[in-house]
């Protein structure tokens, strides 16, 4: 599997909208990008996952770029409910098992 | 957490007793794996179960350490002879039988042992 690297922690104010930087610079062409976040005491929270185009549901959005080395989880409202460790994973997608490499993530802290 | 159940949440245990986590998936879920959450550090893939069968063990400890998920009930970890080291959160997920390429993995809340 790729590796992700992420910035260590960041911050976000309430209300605003928390972009989650990942760069996954030796992904291949069958490999997915997940997003997780585990909120303190809690079992990982799948979010949102995609392969190439841009993905949307309703907790957050992922945009990937074109050449997919790297994605960008947004988390358009922040509450303080998402403070949380957030990470970003690459897996190959097919019919056989993949296991998921949790790396270090991101420390998101949402103030008032 | 999506309906993947654990039990017990806490677990506190003698050195050199045995530990036994359960794990029920997710209704209509046939595949199970779990992962074990080390103070401060991420989680860490053990072993993938399908009913009755291990798939992949490759994370598991090669002693004192083993897994099941049978046709009937939850799937078990089961820890012998526990050491300090083996405190830690452990943690259960499940995904669907699916025919196409996707396989989400959704986590239960976790057993949280502690080793005296």
């Known amino acids: 599997d790729a590796k992700t690297t992420q910035p260590t922690s960041m911050d976000c104010a309430e209300g605003r909208a928390a972009n989650l930087p990942c760069n996954h610079s030796?992904?291949?062409?069958?490999?997915?990008v997940y997003w997780y976040r585990q909120i303190h005491s809690q079992g990982p929270q799948y979010i949102i996952h995609?392969?190439?185009n841009n993905e949307t549901n309703e907790m957050a959005s992922l945009i990937i770029t074109e050449d997919r080395k790297s994605s960008t989880l947004i988390l358009p409202h922040a509450t303080l409910r998402d403070t949380a460790v957030y990470y970003c994973?690459?897996?190959?997608?097919?019919?056989?098992?993949?296991?998921?490499?949790f790396g270090t993530g991101t420390r998101l802290l949402v103030s008032p | 957490n999506a309906g993947v159940m654990q039990n017990p949440r806490h677990l506190v245990r003698r050195r050199g007793q045995e530990a036994r986590l359960r794990c029920s998936p997710m209704?209509?879920?046939?595949?199970v794996y779990w992962y074990r959450q080390l103070p401060e550090e991420g989680l860490k893939f053990m072993v993938y179960?399908?009913?009755?069968?291990?798939?992949?063990e490759s994370g598991m400890p090669k002693e004192r350490f083993s897994a099941e998920f049978p046709k009937e009930g939850p799937s078990i970890l089961r820890i012998q002879q526990v050491v300090r080291g083996d405190s830690a959160a452990y943690f259960c997920?499940?995904?669907?039988?699916?025919?196409?390429?996707?396989?989400?993995?959704?986590f239960g809340p976790g057993t949280r042992l502690l080793v005296l």
């Open positions: 997920a499940s995904s669907p039988r699916l025919t196409d390429t996707q396989e989400t993995q959704y």
């Open positions: 030796t992904i291949s062409g069958n490999e997915y």
């Open positions: 995609g392969l190439k």
């Open positions: 994973i690459v897996r190959v997608a097919n019919t056989g098992f993949q296991k998921l490499v």
């Open positions: 209704k209509g879920h046939s595949h």
């Open positions: 179960l399908q009913k009755e069968n291990i798939i992949d």
